[in-house]
Structure formats: C-alpha cells, structure tokens
T-cell receptor
Framework: DAMVIQNPRYQVTQFGKPVTLSCSQT?????MYWYQQKSSQAPKLLFH???????NEADTPDNFQSRRPNTSFCFLDIRSPGLGDAAMYLC?????????????FGSGTRLTVV | KQEVTQIPAALSVPEGENLVLNCSFT??????LQWFRQDPGKGLTSLLL?????REQTSGRLNASLDKSSGRSTLYIAASQPGDSATYLC???????????FGKGTKLSVKP
C-alpha cells in the first residue's frame, strides 16, 4: 500500500545533541510537510517542501532544519534539542497543496529529550 | 485569519450510541475539509475528505457533512464502538498555500 513512513517511532535524545527524524513516502506526492504536535495541542506546521522549494513558517525556530534529497525522502534536523522540543513530529504529504486530494500523514515520531 | 474550533473538547458515550462531533471555521472560502482520527501516541489517520462543492461524504459508519455558508462541519458516528475511542480532528487548508489549520480535537471515549 502507498503510504507515509516515519522512522523511528520513538526517539530519545540528550539535551543539546543533534537528532534527525526521517520520513519517506511511496505516494509520489510532490509536497511534504513537517508538523510538531505537543501534548493535547493541535499539530503546528514547521515547514514544507513544494517539490524542491523550501517554505519555512515564520515562527519556526532556527534550531529546526529540513532536507529533501529526493521526492521520496524528507528529514527533520534538530540542531540542539531543548526540553521544550519534546513532542510528536508528524510528516505529511499532498499532491499539490492538498486542495484537491487532501493530506496523508505518517505514524509520527515521538521525541523525548533527556 | 482562519480559525477552526471543535466542540465538545471531550465526549464520553455508552457503546451503541449514535453521536455527532462538531467543527466550525471562520472563513468560509475553503477548498475542502478533512476529518482525521488520532489514537494516543500515534499519527493521524484520514477518515473523510469533503470538497467545497460537496455536502457530505460517507465511509462505513461515518458520515461527514459540510455547510460552507455557515462555516460548519459535523462528523456523525453511528452505533459507536469502544474501538472508536480516539481524538478526532478536523482541518482545512490555509488558502491555497498548503498549510492545514487544525481544530484542537474532540477526545471521544466509548464505554463498553
């Protein structure tokens, strides 16, 4: 089945130690998104790639970076994780901006910072 | 600025009951509205996508309606089961820019 796959499902990292989360998709969607979701809150968009074009949300901290080496893969890099960065990180894809076919989400990566 | 609100924030019902979850949005110029389910500690599973030109969509025991003019959508769950227990989120795209605007969700608990 075509899907969005996130690895790992759970990630524990030390305070200040760089960490990378990965997302892959077999849907051949041209847009990929990274959302951050803290406990009992709505998901919040960090950034997205429209094809190779990177779009950063204005309030996304500089500590968060992203890479998209090809259509299928997208990575979220947190350069120096703080305790406040502990959250669920959700990857999503869409064909175009999702105005026609909607969005598909992965299972998420739960990040713990110790 | 588009805002999405979901009421109630939490709902507990006995098994077998029919129920309605509500979603409202402030800007009626939407392309579509999507309902998601989220189990604890998991990602989002898409349930139903309603295009702006549609009035409703159905999938099994789920029926979602959309009234753009009043800025409302409802998710109807028939004959609820304990397995339906989860948080249900509605979301609309932010204009044509690809950012989904989410409500805070309704946490549903179906008691056996």
């Amino acid at each position: 089945d075509a899907m969005v796959i996130q690895n790992p499902r759970y990630q524990v990292t030390q305070f200040g130690k760089p960490v990378t989360l990965s997302c892959s998709q077999t849907l051949n969607h041209n847009v990929m998104y990274w959302y951050q979701q803290k406990s009992s809150q709505a998901p919040k968009l960090l950034f997205h790639y429209y094809d190779k074009d990177f779009n950063n949300e204005a309030d996304t901290p500089d500590n968060f970076q992203s890479r998209r080496p090809n259509t299928s893969f997208c990575f979220l890099d947190i350069r120096s994780p703080g305790l406040g960065d502990a959250a669920m990180y959700l990857c999503a894809t869409s064909r175009g901006t999702g105005t026609i076919s909607g969005y598909t989400f992965g299972s998420g990566t739960r990040l713990t910072v110790v | 600025k588009q805002e999405v609100t979901q009421i109630p924030a939490a709902l507990s019902v006995p098994e077998g009951e029919n129920l309605v979850l509500n979603c409202s949005f402030t800007d009626s110029a939407i392309y579509n509205l999507q309902w998601f389910r989220q189990d604890p500690g998991k990602g989002l599973t898409s349930l139903l996508l309603i295009q702006s030109s549609q009035r409703e969509q159905t999938s099994g025991r789920l029926n979602a309606s959309l009234d753009k003019s009043s800025g409302r959508s409802t998710l109807y769950i028939a004959a609820s089961q304990p397995g339906d227990s989860a948080t249900y989120l509605c979301a609309v795209p932010k204009g044509s820019q690809g950012n989904l605007i989410f409500g805070k969700g309704t946490k549903l608990s179906v008691k056996p």
